[in-house]
């Protein structure tokens, strides 16, 4: 524990510097606000829990069109890994990684059903025949495993707790890895921000009472990974959070308006990623990815 503090410590470097707008700005790697900058540098991450030495390899991967991120944990010692949040254009690469890496896949997770990519689940259990499919129970898509609240997904010595938070989706959950002080967060909570709550049977009210009781509940120092960045931040604290989000500070009317007035547009991939993503990613889809569906399926057959 005291190393994985330490290790906290090391990503959140403050220096002051006024900000005239009191707006976020974001700039290569720096979280930036009227009292702090925060340095939260993929590097010094990958330092901090992605060695062997500490019981997890760990990675962050990144879809640069949906601005997804992947996240791979392992345990280095029995090689068994798993996977949160794939994207299906890259589960070659995933694939790819798994077997460079020597890893045994076990899980492919999902924090949620999501509505801006299709998931990789589906093509993944394909490329790597044996894996088993995750997603909350309350989330009313397809997987072999359907987790509820308060259960515990294991790889060798790594342990998931399953936390609900619904809001943006009915079926979000959170996934707390507590021997490093880490949690994968989906898109109940970003980075300086929140998933939206208007489709999916999202509810501002239950978002922000999930945030504040399943998340900000965790010890401050607690490293938070989101499912997406569009801004280029990678990580960020509970700490960082509870007194910095723009949004999720405010009281629970405040939240309510401002999610209620965002005026987003239509997801623009929600159409074709819904349906597929119910059934692990492998409905309906557009040519090109239905070809290589085909082809690993031919491949592995």
């Known amino acids: 524990m005291a190393t994985a503090v330490r290790a906290a410590k090391l990503l959140c470097r403050v220096s002051v510097r006024a900000n005239s707008d009191n707006r976020w700005v974001i700039a290569s ?3 930036l606000t009227t009292k702090s900058i925060y340095r939260l540098s993929s590097r010094t991450m ?55 890496l020597e890893l045994k896949l076990k899980y492919v997770m999902n924090t949620h059903v999501h509505a801006d990519h299709i998931t990789g689940t589906g093509l993944l259990k394909k490329l790597v025949p044996g894996c088993k499919s995750v997603l909350s129970a309350a989330a009313g ?18 342990e998931l707790e399953v936390r609900p938070t619904p809001g943006h989706t009915s079926g979000c959950v959170t996934y707390v890895n507590h021997a ?7 898109d109940a909570l970003l980075i300086g921000g929140c ?34 960045d569009y801004k280029g931040l990678t990580v960020t604290t509970v700490k960082i959070e509870k007194q910095h989000n723009p949004r999720l500070t405010k009281s629970l009317t405040e939240f309510v308006s401002i999610m209620d007035n ?20 492998l409905y309906n889809l557009p040519d090109d990815l239905a070809a290589v569906l085909k082809k690993s399926s031919v491949e592995s057959a």
């Open 29 to 31: 790697h720096r979280y």
């Open 46 to 100: 990958a330092s901090a829990v992605g060695e062997s030495k500490t019981g997890l390899l760990f990675r962050q991967l990144f879809d640069r069109d949906s601005c997804t991120y992947t996240y791979l944990l392992a345990d280095p010692a029995t090689k068994e890994a798993l996977l949160i949040d794939p994207v299906i254009e890259h589960a070659q690469r995933d694939a790819n990684l798994l077997e460079q």
């Open 141 to 158: 898509g397809d997987a072999d495993v359907k987790v509820k609240p308060g259960e515990v997904v294991n790889v060798g010595a790594i």
């Open 180 to 186: 490093h002080d880490m949690a994968f967060t989906g």
């Open 195 to 228: 998933g939206r709550t208007d489709f999916q049977e999202g509810c501002a009210k239950t978002l922000y009472n999930s945030v504040h009781s399943q998340i900000f509940s965790l010890p401050d120092h607690y490293l938070l990974y989101p499912a997406h």
């Open 262 to 281: 965002l005026g987003l547009p239509y997801p623009r991939k929600i159409d074709m990623s819904l349906p597929a993503n119910k059934v692990c990613g």
